[in-house]
């Protein structure tokens, strides 16, 4: 199987708790090679843009808010089936029905506040990652 390369986002309430550490080891352990990595702090023009698939949802402003409530760490995975992978590591968007062992479940705090973020397909986490890295970034 070809390596793939997935989007993620450890937010602001990981961050904030100091769990960045704990989450990239579980990222790793799962198979999954981190390539680019760097912390930032998002301004609300730039959230608005990277949730607008949520812009007619009645969270989207609340998501913005938090999302540009404290710096987060944006990565790209990289492994075999990362895509995937890293949704099985990551567990349910909702902490409450995340399985055992998951990040989410691990260290979420309520379904706004579930630590991470992810891409759902190869198509979106190539759009995602252009938001914030360039091909230069990303060191395989």
Excluded at 8 to 27: F, Q
Excluded at 92 to 108: D, L, M, Q, V
Aim: glycine share 4%.
């Amino acid at each position: 199987m070809p390596l793939e390369r997935t989007f993620s986002i450890i937010k602001p309430d990981a961050v904030e708790r100091n769990k960045i550490g704990e989450i990239t080891a579980m990222l790793e352990a799962a198979g999954l090679r981190i390539v680019a990595s760097k912390r930032i702090l998002l301004n609300h023009d730039k959230a608005a843009e990277f949730y607008a698939v949520h812009s007619d949802k009645p969270f989207f402003k609340s998501l913005c808010d938090f999302m540009c409530s404290g710096p987060i760490v944006v990565q790209v995975l990289e492994g075999d089936n990362a895509v995937q992978r890293n949704r099985d590591v990551m567990g349910a968007t909702n902490p409450e029905e995340a399985s055992e062992g998951t990040i989410r479940k691990e260290f979420a705090l309520s379904l706004e506040k579930n630590s991470v973020h992810g891409s759902d397909s190869l198509k979106n986490a190539e759009i995602e990652i252009s938001h914030f890295f360039t091909q230069e970034d990303i060191i395989s």
